[in-house]
């Protein structure tokens, strides 16, 4: 049966917004339900004018959709909605089965890792989509400034996605989201713990990364941080051609003569003793250095010349929400990013340092999830070391999990402090910005970190920003 109609139960998650605006540019009736409360996807799908109803309810379903997609945020396929479409005989796909519905008859480049995954997706998209070129794409974030959204149907043959190690569904379908996926270029970035609510260990997270690999098509190729000492365990057990990169003259592809300026980065890749050429990137950080360098190859890989990959990934500008400057005033910045991963906030502190020297840091942290805090504390408690101060909020919880009264933020900061000389426990957002009234000057960076709803404190922030003289 050809499929006309796609209904999305929990349209906002910036997954599903971004495959929801695929499906309408295809050709779809796309609609979707999901909770009233503020998403940062909501200009984009009123942008695409795809209609949503507030609540979930059977009362509000929408009449007789072909195919209904749900996302673990809202109970999966135990969501009320989707419950009574399953009993009327409608299929009904988590997120990560309908991704790789969609991908299976296209050339599927898939960018599987903790942190850069995003980042590296969004390069590769920009560098397949300069004129004439026209790649189809699904990445999981709010906007990518050099694309303007961030999903979209393409008549080319490529179809470029992130590879997500979470469960397609807690509740009824613990597979990994990116085993649905079957690529013929997969990329991975870095392989780090995370999950524990998922995985019971970091062994089994390593052989996860390994079934999403040999999960490719058999004359796929594995563009791989060699850096990573994880990663390179996982290769070791792997059947796929490997393509190794990162900053040790061992990988396949190396980076070399680094320069950082303000507004732009500046290296020299390396295949072997051939060099590739040089690349500028306008995004800050070592780590985006080696997410642009997957990037290249990627490119390389699937037929692109190195000028062509040049003059696209210089295009590139950043995401929304990955070290996303947000506003400057009074020679004081205030920088977004999703980090919430211990190497995630470090790797974005040391982009911080880099790009902006002589520069006070200082970080919000809104830890995510209670099962990560928990499990993570002391990576996470060591983590904030290049910041001058830091300030933690609550943890913001998972709707996929329970609270958990053994932990909580103000046990992160007792611990941060055995590592740290200024970290402060903020009780809330009127708390944090009492606290900070006093103390943000010129030349200071603000840093907002996490994966909840922190970035609704950006216009109140902006305000204090204003007695920084």
Sequence with gaps: MVKKHIHFIGIKGVGMTSLAIYAKEKGYKVTGSDVQEEFVTDKILKKFKIPIKIGFGVNSHWKKPDMVIVTGAHGGKTNPEAVYYIVNG??????????????????GISVAGVGGKT????????????KPMDSSYVIGVGNIASLKQPGHFGKSKFFISEADEYASCPLTDLTPRFLYQHPHIGVITCIEFDHPDLYRSFEQTKEMFGQFINGMQKSGVVIINGDNKN?????????????TYGFSKENDYQIDKVRFKEGSTEFILRNKSIILGN???????????????????????????????????????GTKRRFELIKEKNDIKLIDDYAHHPSEIQMTLLAAKEWY????????????????????????????????EVYILPIFPSAREKEDNSINSFILVNETARYHQRVFY???????????????????????MGAGDIYKIHTDLIKLMSYGR
Excluded: W
């Excluded at 409608?90 to 991908?103: C, K, N």
């Excluded at 002589?358 to 983590?383: E, M, N, V, W």
């Design 90 to 107: 409608i299929e009904v796909l988590t997120h990560g089965q309908a991704l790789g519905y969609f991908m299976q008859d296209s050339f």
């Design 119 to 130: 980042t590296t997706s969004a390069m590769i998209a920009t560098i397949l989509n300069q």
């Design 231 to 243: 990663n390179r365990e996982v290769i070791q057990k792997i059947n796929r051609e490997v393509k």
């Design 279 to 317: 690349f500028i990137i306008k995004v800050p950080g070592k780590l985006n250095i080696q997410n642009a360098t997957a990037a290249i190859i990627a490119a390389l890989t699937a037929g692109l010349t190195i000028n062509q990959i040049q003059k696209g990934l210089v295009l590139f500008t």
């Design 357 to 388: 020297p002589g520069y006070k840091i200082i970080c919000i942290f809104q830890p995510h999830t209670f099962s990560r805090t928990k499990a993570l504390l002391s990576d996470f408690s060591q983590s904030f070391g290049l910041s001058s």
């Design 426 to 448: 903020a009780k809330d957002h009127i708390d944090l910005l009492q606290k900070l009234k006093n103390n943000i000057k010129p030349k200071t960076i603000l840093i907002t």
